[in-house]
């Protein structure tokens, strides 16, 4: 009887949430555990939990990113200019990423080289790089129409959705650099203990600034796929997701301030926003309540989550 | 020796903010015959009140713990209540305002409590905030635009007090000066310096921090909706971003005024002349007829200088002090 | 090749710190195989001298020369590629990550065309590093929840990852039990042996001889001599160290002691590790608490201070129970607390004198909220003068005093509250001897007043010299308890340690 009252202890309180959650939003409508409604709710999030993930990598690190939002915003910008150009796709990926990488280089570069505030740095590239995306789309979404493009972020014949499929071999990709190189390792050094890392010889400066253009490659790439599911570049798409990627960070059980995290804990995160998200329709809340909604379920989730970790690491 | 230099690099630093506010002064007299004109020198200080207003409130957070990234969400929700109290429900303004400004300290009062009782850092617990109280204030108004307020309501934004001074410059100085009070002449400010500094140190030294932390960040959400309903009395309309574009104008404005982000050092004063000198840059460029899409990534690109400028000054002159 | 007789050799090192000189024209050297002994009060220059050789710090004058060569540009990653290892005192592993992680942290194991970490080639190659020292360490641990002394063995086989030639341990001993230093003697006469050289960091003068071969002494950032370990007496050590007899630093008027005004009964908390503690004290009274660091001292001040919560047992000033304290009720009734770690919790650094001083007085000089700078002025000049705090003015920023003269604002603003009781934690850590004999006599005049204090410190003597009645921590608990005429320090050290064998701390 212990065991399994332990064991339920054991399972992440945001889980729980997530449970209670579908199981409410399923009685108001019958359509919404269906295999249908589930690929779209996945193909809808499918782009968030990228740019979540980027930020987990930054959280771990010891960092932040505000700027998240707005190098994806711009990725997707410079994307569908070189789709309307008639790129080969494999350019066309390569200048999404490389757009969001360059970003994240600027941010690496004011952070770890010039030694910023995190949060000055990415809040003033936020706001250089809304600019940017404004001026190149003359303040208008660029309408995408190449099919072979498209296809990336396309829910094809209605059953497979390649959005999700795109970003989850980017989350295969990011899970293989957390787990498996050198720059993952050191992410969880830096945050964990950036003098000992320093001290046992590690170029932490130039970690710390791939951490920051790691985490912009990411989201140039969320930026690629968001063009091609919606098959348009919106100016000012990005705005609010660096929060949500935060909030899902934190959500997942990545703790602020020390290095601590796994970007898979993440995925919870993301997809408790995403059920919020599809369920608000599905219960018929207006979309105009959503985002005070969701804004709101948000930072209750995260105060519960702070408060319960702080219970966890006071009892040790 | 060594404190005369460290004095030194203070002055130096604080001299370059006095430089970059003459320098630009004579290049917008340079673009622009108009620039000099007296009806245009008032024009860009009545745009920076609004500024400064919020400025005091976001230099006193960011002096005790961290920046109140709420603001210009606060201002936005609290311009809408007090816009739509007087305009749908016929309240008496001066009530209205009561209630918004009241509204403004007790999202204040969240956002301290957020950081200071739960432990959620400030740039976590007011971005979050923000985003939710932004979509109560669409909700609220709908993407409708409110306007065409009563003259008593105006008079806040458009009136003059004693005849000559505007109203939204009268309210800056009332502000401005009761900030630099507080700041200097009383326990509070006091302890909002040390808390700031050392909050461990505040704390062992009998100092109520989770208090202090949370009255510094009513007064930011207070003076957040003062500066919101100053605003929309002046633009004599309210819709629900109004805020919106302030948020980061008004970070860069603290941080030029060399207020440090670490907490725990910086002035009200310095503030005042960051947002003169952002009040400048945004009046060249409408004198330059800058698009608006260009106008947000010049403000971005000046944080980012001016803070980069003053990090290099600093080392450079504390690799002096070592030769 | 007369210059390669010494692995290392440091030259007139100098190093400034704000109001301070760290290092004057140290010199420092090494020869291979040899365990050197570098000894120091603390605040001496010893880790800083290290901090150099790991090329952490910059240092403003001198030279190193490894194996008869110049170092330019020191950086600690061209002092590993030198072959310089250093085990620092404080925890510097990556905590949430493994041991294996942890131990080829600059430089995985890599398959793939350097694509992949090859976390079983990893491993593997831990286990065997481990298994030279001699020591069984799980590699898959995560390295914050292993003891200190495994964590130690992982510091080592971290050094060992490279040609090691130069190895640095901190106070290696300090945190370990007796067994457990044996075998840590063992594995640095395994190393000797293969011709590194140890630069050995320690405060006991008792393990000196078993280990060291020749011993460098410094005080308050010089270089006092180098001598052999064989010919030197521990009394010849410690004169070098003090550079005068440490009796007459301690000058105490004991009196009869007054009525009570703190009692601890029955105080335990689990978070913290302190176990049914009972403590008095008395005014007029000086009481130390010894014990090692770690044993739960500075809990038990910051318990009595309300700074932390307790589950268990009571508190009461002047007979009087504290319920739900916080550091402002202490305070507020008349306690005040010098705490361990200046620069984290005593002092805002980048505030002036004045501000520190009458920090936490400010509802009391203040009660209207306005602060009168003509009354701030008087009342801080006065403990500047009383206190003899070396600064130019009371508004300069106190960062750039000196350590001594630091602390002495830390007890400015403790005699501004006008408190009854004081609670020293660690007062003389990190400050020159000067500064030291002040600060005694100031407790001594407290006590004369009829206050009462309660002082924590790792330096026997200032205990034994200054206090009337001693209690002694081992692991959360208070193992023993002397009056001034039955404490030696064998018997002290004996309890702290949990240990028959009669050991000597300085």
């Known amino acids: 009887m212990n065991k399994i009252i332990k064991r339920i202890k054991n399972i992440p309180p945001v889980l729980i949430v997530i449970f209670i959650l579908v199981i409410v939003f399923s009685q108001f409508s019958r359509n919404y555990l269906t295999i249908r409604n589930l690929l779209i709710i996945l193909q809808q999030s499918s782009v968030l939990l990228v740019i979540s993930i980027a930020a987990t990598f930054v959280i771990i690190s010891g960092g932040l990113d505000l700027s998240l939002g707005a190098i994806m915003t711009i990725s997707g910008v410079t994307t569908a200019l070189a789709v309307n150009a008639g790129l080969p796709i494999i350019l066309v990926i390569a200048i999404g990423g490389l757009t969001g990488f360059a970003c994240g280089a600027v941010n690496g570069t004011l952070i770890a080289i010039a030694g910023m505030r995190p949060f000055i740095a990415t809040l003033g590239l936020q706001g250089i790089l809304y600019g940017f995306s404004l001026a190149l789309t003359n303040k208008v979404g660029i309408h995408v129409s190449n099919e072979k493009f498209i296809f990336l972020g396309d829910l094809v014949n209605r059953v497979v959705p390649m959005a999700a499929i795109s970003c989850a071999i980017i989350f295969l990709f990011a899970l293989y650099v957390q787990n498996h190189t050198t720059l993952g390792r050191y992410a969880y050094a830096i945050g964990g203990n950036e003098e000992g890392a320093r001290l046992s010889g590690v170029n932490t400066t130039f970690w710390k600034w791939l951490v920051y253009a790691f985490a912009g490659l990411l989201c140039g790439l969320g930026g690629v796929i968001l063009v091609a599911r919606l098959e348009v570049a919106d100016p000012i798409v990005g705005i609010q997701w660096e929060f949500e990627a935060i909030a899902a960070t934190i959500l997942g059980g990545s703790s602020l301030r020390i290095g601590k995290g796994d970007i898979r804990g993440t995925i919870i995160g993301v997809l408790l926003i995403a059920i919020l998200r599809s369920g608000l329709n599905v219960v018929r809340v207006p979309s105009i309540w959503q985002p005070a909604t969701i804004g709101t379920i948000i930072i209750l989730s995260i105060v519960f989550q702070v408060i319960i970790t702080k219970k966890e690491l006071g009892k040790k | 020796m060594i404190a005369n230099k460290k004095k030194k690099v203070e002055l130096i630093s604080s001299l370059s903010r006095f430089g970059a506010l003459f320098i630009l002064v004579v290049i917008g007299s340079m673009i622009s015959d108009v620039f000099l004109s007296g009806r245009n020198i008032s024009n860009v200080i009545t745009n920076a009140s609004v500024m400064i207003i919020l400025g005091v409130g976001q230099t006193i957070a960011i002096i005790t713990n961290g920046p109140d990234l709420s603001a210009g969400s606060i201002m936005t929700i609290c311009a809408v209540i007090a816009a739509i109290l007087v305009k749908t429900f016929g309240m008496f303004f001066l009530w209205a305002f009561g209630l918004a400004i009241i509204l403004g300290i007790a999202l204040g009062l969240l956002n301290g409590f957020m950081i200071s009782k739960v432990g959620i850092p400030s740039f976590i617990s007011t971005y979050g905030l923000q985003w939710a109280v932004f979509g109560f204030a669409y909700l609220i108004l709908r993407g409708y635009v409110l306007y065409d307020f009563t003259a008593s309501f105006r008079f806040l934004g458009n009136g003059y007090l004693f005849g000559f001074i505007q109203m939204p410059i009268a309210v800056m100085i009332i502000v401005v000066i009761s900030g630099i009070a507080v700041m200097k002449w009383t326990t509070l400010g006091r302890r909002f310096y040390s808390v700031g500094a050392n909050s461990e140190s505040a704390r062992l030294s009998g100092v109520d921090t989770d208090k202090t932390v949370i009255y510094a960040f009513m007064i930011s959400g207070g003076l957040a909706a003062l500066a919101g309903i100053v605003l929309v009395a002046r633009i004599n309309a309210v819709q629900a971003d109004i805020g919106r574009s302030y948020l980061l104008p008004v970070i860069a404005t603290v941080f030029m005024g060399g207020t440090s982000p670490t907490g725990g050092q910086g002035s009200i004063i310095g503030t005042v002349i960051g947002a003169l000198i952002i009040a400048i840059v945004q009046n060249g460029m409408n004198l330059l007829a800058v698009p608006s899409e260009w106008r947000e990534a010049i403000i971005g690109a000046l944080i980012i200088i001016t803070v980069l400028i003053d990090i290099l000054v600093r080392k450079r002159f504390t690799h002096l002090q070592k030769a | 090749m007369e210059q390669t007789e010494y692995l290392l050799e440091m030259k007139n090192i100098s190093k400034f710190f704000p109001g301070v000189k760290a290092l004057d024209q140290v010199g420092f050297t090494l020869k291979r195989g040899e365990v050197h002994v570098l000894l120091g009060e603390n605040g001496a220059g010893k880790s800083t001298l290290m901090k150099v050789l790991a090329g952490a710090y910059v240092p403003d004058a001198g030279e190193v020369l490894v194996e008869g060569k110049k170092v330019e540009r020191f950086s600690p990653r061209r002092a590993q590629s030198l072959g310089v290892g250093i085990i620092y005192q404080e925890f510097n592993l990556v905590p949430y990550i493994n041991v294996a992680q942890n131990i080829f942290i600059d430089e995985f194991p890599k398959k793939w065309f350097n694509m992949r970490i090859d976390h079983k080639k990893m491993h593997v190659d831990a286990d065997s590093l481990l298994a030279s020292l001699s020591m069984n360490v799980d590699t898959h641990a995560i390295a914050q929840e292993l003891p200190v002394a495994q964590q130690q063995m992982v510091e080592v086989a971290k050094a060992l990852t490279h040609d090691l030639k130069i190895l640095v341990m901190d106070e290696p001993t300090s945190a370990l039990s007796d067994r457990e230093i044996e075998k840590l003697f063992d594995m640095i006469r395994a190393l000797t042996a293969k011709g590194i050289g140890i630069i050995f960091i320690s405060h006991r003068l008792q393990e000196i001889p078993l280990i060291g071969d020749r011993i460098t002494i410094l005080r308050d950032g010089k270089y006092i001599g180098t001598r052999e370990v064989r010919e030197t007496t521990s009394d010849q050590m410690v004169s070098m160290m003090v550079g005068r007899d440490l009796g007459s630093l301690f000058h105490r008027d004991f009196q009869?002691?007054?009525?009570?005004?703190?009692?601890?009964?029955?105080?335990?908390?689990?978070?913290?590790?302190?176990?049914?503690?009972?403590?008095?004290?008395?005014?007029?009274?000086?009481?130390?608490?010894?014990?090692?660091?770690?044993?739960?001292?500075?809990?038990?001040?910051?318990?009595?201070?309300?700074?932390?919560?307790?589950?268990?047992?009571?508190?009461?000033?002047?007979?009087?129970?504290?319920?739900?304290?916080?550091?402002?009720?202490?305070?507020?009734?008349?306690?005040?607390?010098?705490?361990?770690?200046?620069?984290?919790?005593?002092?805002?650094?980048?505030?002036?004198?004045?501000?520190?001083?009458?920090?936490?007085?400010?509802?009391?000089?203040?009660?209207?909220?306005?602060?009168?700078?003509?009354?701030?002025?008087?009342?801080?000049?006065?403990?500047?003068?009383?206190?003899?705090?070396?600064?130019?003015?009371?508004?300069?920023?106190?960062?750039?005093?000196?350590?001594?003269?630091?602390?002495?604002?830390?007890?400015?603003?403790?005699?501004?509250?006008?408190?009854?009781?004081?609670?020293?934690?660690?007062?003389?850590?990190?400050?020159?001897?000067?500064?030291?004999?002040?600060?005694?006599?100031?407790?001594?005049?407290?006590?004369?007043?009829?206050?009462?204090?309660?002082?924590?410190?790792?330096?026997?003597?200032?205990?034994?010299?200054?206090?009337?009645?001693?209690?002694?921590?081992?692991?959360?608990?208070?193992?023993?308890?002397?009056?001034?005429e039955n404490a030696t320090q064998e018997k002290i050290i004996a309890h702290a340690m949990g240990a028959k064998k009669e050991e000597c701390t300085i």
């Open chain 3, 256 to 484: 009869k002691s007054g009525e009570q005004v703190l009692k601890i009964s029955n105080l335990s908390s689990k978070k913290t590790g302190l176990k049914h503690i009972n403590l008095e004290l008395n005014r007029g009274e000086i009481v130390g608490i010894a014990g090692l660091v770690g044993s739960g001292r500075s809990e038990l001040a910051r318990a009595a201070f309300q700074a932390d919560k307790y589950e268990e047992g009571e508190v009461f000033f002047f007979g009087e129970k504290i319920k739900h304290g916080n550091p402002r009720k202490a305070i507020q009734r008349g306690m005040s607390l010098i705490p361990e770690d200046r620069k984290r919790q005593g002092l805002s650094l980048i505030l002036t004198v004045a501000e520190n001083i009458v920090l936490s007085s400010l509802s009391k000089l203040y009660p209207t909220g306005f602060i009168s700078f003509k009354k701030e002025d008087e009342i801080v000049k006065k403990y500047i003068k009383d206190l003899r705090i070396a600064t130019p003015h009371s508004r300069q920023i106190v960062q750039n005093l000196s350590g001594g003269n630091q602390q002495k604002v830390v007890l400015a603003k403790c005699l501004c509250t006008e408190a009854e009781i004081y609670i020293f934690d660690e007062p003389t850590r990190g400050i020159d001897v000067g500064a030291k004999g002040e600060i005694y006599s100031f407790m001594n005049e407290l006590a004369k007043m009829g206050k009462a204090v309660l002082m924590i410190s790792s330096e026997l003597p200032e205990i034994i010299g200054m206090c009337d009645r001693i209690y002694v921590m081992r692991e959360g608990n208070i193992v023993a308890d002397y009056n001034k």
